[in-house]
């Protein structure tokens, strides 16, 4: 539900107000849209600095000791084991650079970021406690009382991490600290943090989300967005690089293509390698502006599977937002 605030409360009193300007002049129209909606280009990078990366949290940040710190792992295994951060330290480690987009991210949002995680895979400590024939699925408990669970044949699989350091530093505190899982491909309300238990189960598990209708699968919906232009950006001159990102979840970008003309037509736009098959890819589109003017810029992109972004605009709740990201931008002579 949205609430009406203060703030949107001030920009409806300012549309009624100059109704009668914006009709005046097409110049006055454009600057008053310009700057009640204007957005700011972004920066588009290959790693998100760890205070720049995206936080979202069911209930605050746990402080947790780490000398008092364990997890442990049972449930349906045949040897439980208690590991302390030490245990985790002393072992080898892996690093897997992945992409964590929240379920609740609308077309063009900022709830993305990547890093460089490193860590230990689950598999390898699944492997030594012994999973029962019967496992399902495989459930990450939280210190602050959260949880959720992936199914066992993905836990199994080579690429879910539980990481404990990011970009080269220990894991900071409002992104997990000191353990918290990373599954590429599935949203962020999969990727538990400060995990403490990790339990093995028969049965298809419902997490605090699921109970609240939320998606059990969280499978990440393609996405890709537009960071420079801004929205309602004033551009200079006839030549612009138009930049932005994409991300395909579990099976990567292989295509983007961007429009100039709000649809009409679709132009094929350069990638950059991705550090990982699951990181984000940049793609950047040299653009020759035929005159001035306002432009509507859009953006879609096609997974390695051949399938395209979804093209229907659908809000986040259940299973994650879909539509092409669109941005205006002002071209002056």
């Not at 995680?117 to 408990?141: C, M, N, Q, Y």
């Not at 420079?228 to 950006?233: E, F, S, T």
């Not at 994409?246 to 961007?258: D, K, M, P, T």
């Amino acid at each position: 539900m949205i609430k009406f605030n203060r703030r949107m409360f001030l920009r409806t009193a300012g549309l009624a107000a100059l109704g009668s300007g914006w009709s005046k002049t097409a110049a006055a129209g454009t600057f008053f849209w310009k700057r009640l909606f204007s957005v700011s280009p972004r920066d588009t990078v290959l790693i998100t600095p760890n205070d720049k990366f995206y936080i979202v949290s069911y209930d605050g940040f746990p402080e947790i000791d780490l000398a008092g710190w364990f997890l442990y792992i049972g449930g349906l295994v045949k040897k439980p084991a208690r590991l302390t951060f030490a245990d985790f330290y002393s072992r080898p480690s892996v690093e897997l650079a992945a992409t964590l987009i929240c379920i609740d991210t609308l077309p063009g949002g900022d709830t993305i970021s990547n890093a460089i995680w490193r860590g230990i895979p689950l598999k390898t400590l699944l492997e030594e406690v012994g999973p029962d024939p019967s496992a399902f699925d495989v459930v990450f408990h939280a210190a602050d009382g959260y949880s959720d669970s992936i199914p066992f044949e993905r836990a199994v699989g080579d690429n879910v991490l539980l990481a404990y350091m990011m970009n080269g530093e220990p894991l900071p505190r409002a992104h997990g600290y000191p353990l918290r899982a990373v599954v590429p491909g599935l949203y962020g309300i999969k990727n538990v943090k400060w995990i403490t238990e990790i339990e093995v189960v028969d049965y298809d598990y419902k997490g605090y989300w699921q109970q609240r209708g939320w998606t059990d699968k969280g499978e990440i919906r393609i996405v890709s967005r537009i960071d420079n232009p801004g929205h309602y950006q004033e551009i200079q001159g006839r030549e612009h690089t138009v930049r932005g990102l994409a991300f395909g979840g579990y099976y990567g970008i292989s295509r983007v293509e961007l429009s100039t003309d709000g649809g009409k037509t679709w132009n094929p736009t350069d990638l950059d390698p991705p550090l990982s098959p699951y990181a984000w890819v940049i793609w950047k589109y040299h653009w020759e502006i035929p005159a001035p003017g306002a432009y509507t810029l859009m953006v879609r992109a096609w997974d390695k599977r051949g399938q395209l972004q979804p093209t229907k605009l659908e809000q986040a709740y259940p299973a994650g937002a879909s539509g092409y990201h669109t941005v205006v931008a002002l071209v002056s002579s």
